[in-house]
């Protein structure tokens, strides 16, 4: 059966999907990404190699397969070009795989300035952006006044004027700017020219690969709950990363979703501002974050670490549908003398176990946890279930009831051999599909 399938995130980013992205790789013709930017950090190993995408999709590190950029991304050029080439130099080339939408919204230099300029002028109730214009592209497209990528390719004296008037708003409101036009027009320009052989139309293409039965992967970036809309808004990014953001960022239809696994990783991180209800401080913490690099990808931040949350998967199960979670970075947790559990939240309304729309609710809630015996011998590399500890088992199987979700696949190690994959699980099914491209770089 040809079923494509969509990754995305269950939590606060961060959980690992490149890694589960790039361990699925082999059983699909194409990753397709669907949102955000150069905002997403996804960082694989391969052979002792570490690899960190930012734009494009991870598949890229698999030959043969078809890497796609879709029109609901904002593309920066110059950090295209600067992954690209750092491929290269890495040995992997993407010229015949890598496709960019032509309708992909284009994030300027006066993007990634408003964007900081926004973060200072919110001063204390700033989001904690990673100051890479992400929302500001966006705006620009919603505000219907953005530069898509086929702008760049088609008239130039029609981009200019676009480009004329953009820079003009710009200026209105940086006060003391005087950004000229034309040196960017040529720029952007310039731009285009070498992007011209990577641009295509994403949903022709989708639609083609699809009728010949070769299998999809979209690939989300951030996670559910920075969704514009079902995340913790206004602590969200600026797309819709979760599930409906496939259809209208790729324009495939929703019957082209077979699947939806969310990642999630056996605790819970948070980059950037806004409520972390079961967040940790102290000793314990520490441990987390070091135990499991919980730095970002992108902009080397300190991640926030706490418990796992099982009200945040749940609601993203119900949000996005997911058919299986892909449970990651277990081994972390190897070692501590408990594990907990967060199955609600105490409020001044009494105890709810749906996730509230107010973040006032949200950042006054105070977790309901379970605690359950934590594991002294590692589950570190275990690739098969009977080589978890009993304990580790026991957490997954409570985890599994109070989220409301299988671990179709569970991560016991940053390399991408130290995976189990549950036998009899809705992920073992899918992986019963052709294998369109085996070998890797
Ligand atoms: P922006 O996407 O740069 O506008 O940032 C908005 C929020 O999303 C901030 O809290 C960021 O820390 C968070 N964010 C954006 N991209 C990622 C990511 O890849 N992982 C985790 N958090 C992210």
């Given amino acids: 059966m040809s079923i494509n399938i969509a990754v995305l995130g269950a939590q606060w980013g961060d959980e690992g999907k490149g890694k589960i992205v790039d361990m699925l790789t082999p059983h699909f013709a194409a990753v397709a990404r669907y949102q955000g930017g150069h905002n997403a950090g996804h960082t694989v190993y391969v052979q002792g190699k570490k690899f960190v995408l930012h734009l494009i999709p991870s598949g890229i590190l698999h030959p043969g397969v078809t890497c796609i950029i879709g029109n609901g991304v904002v593309v920066d050029p110059q950090a295209l070009f600067k992954e690209i080439d750092e491929l290269a130099a890495m040995g992997v080339a993407v010229d015949g795989r890598l496709v960019i ?19 200072a002028r919110r001063g204390e109730r700033k ?31 029609a ?10 708003a710009r200026n209105r409101i940086i006060r003391d700017s005087t950004l000229e036009w034309q040196p960017l027009l040529e720029q952007i320009l310039a731009y285009g020219e070498r992007m011209r052989p990577w641009v295509g139309d994403v949903s022709l293409l989708l639609a083609r690969m699809m009728r010949e039965g070769r299998r999809v992967m979209f690939e989300g970036a951030q996670a559910t709950l920075l969704d514009i809309d079902h995340g913790t808004y206004p602590f969200v990014t600026s797309s819709n990363a979760s599930a409906g ?43 987390l974050r070091e135990g499991g690099q919980e730095y970002g990808a992108s902009t080397g931040r300190p991640r926030r670490c706490g418990w796992f949350d099982a009200v945040v998967v749940r609601y993203s199960a119900r949000i996005n549908g ?48 379970e605690t359950l015996p934590g594991w002294s011998a590692p589950s570190k590399g275990a690739t098969r279930l009977e080589q978890l500890p009993a304990e580790a088992r026991r957490y997954i199987a409570r985890l599994e009831e109070v989220s409301g979700v299988e671990c179709a696949i569970i991560s016991t190690g940053s390399d991408r051999a130290e995976t189990i994959v549950t ?12 294998h369109v491209a085996a070998g890797r770089t």
């Fill in 101 to 119: 939408s032509e309708k992909a919204h284009v994030i300027l230099p006066y993007h990634r300035e408003l964007d900081v300029l926004s973060e």
């Fill in 127 to 157: 989001i904690g952006t990673t100051s890479r214009g992400i929302g500001p592209a966006y705006e620009d497209k919603i505000g219907r006044r953005g530069i898509r990528v086929c702008d760049l390719l088609g008239d130039p004296a």
């Fill in 159 to 168: 981009l200019a004027e676009e480009v004329r008037e953009n820079v003009s």
């Fill in 245 to 287: 953001g496939v259809c209208t960022g790729l324009g495939v239809p929703p019957r082209a979703i077979g699947g939806v696994l969310g990642v999630a990783k056996a605790y819970t991180t948070r980059v950037g501002e806004g409520p972390l209800p079961t967040e940790l401080s102290g000793e314990l913490a520490d441990r």
């Fill in 322 to 369: 997911l058919d299986a979670l892909a449970l990651t970075k277990l081994d972390v947790l190897d070692g501590l003398p408990d594990v907990r559990l967060c199955t609600g939240y105490r409020t001044s309304q009494g105890t709810i176990t749906e996730f509230p729309a107010d973040l006032r609710t949200l950042a006054a809630a105070t977790p309901v946890y």
């Fill in 423 to 434: 036998p009899g699980s809705v992920v073992a099914g899918w992986l019963g599909g052709p």
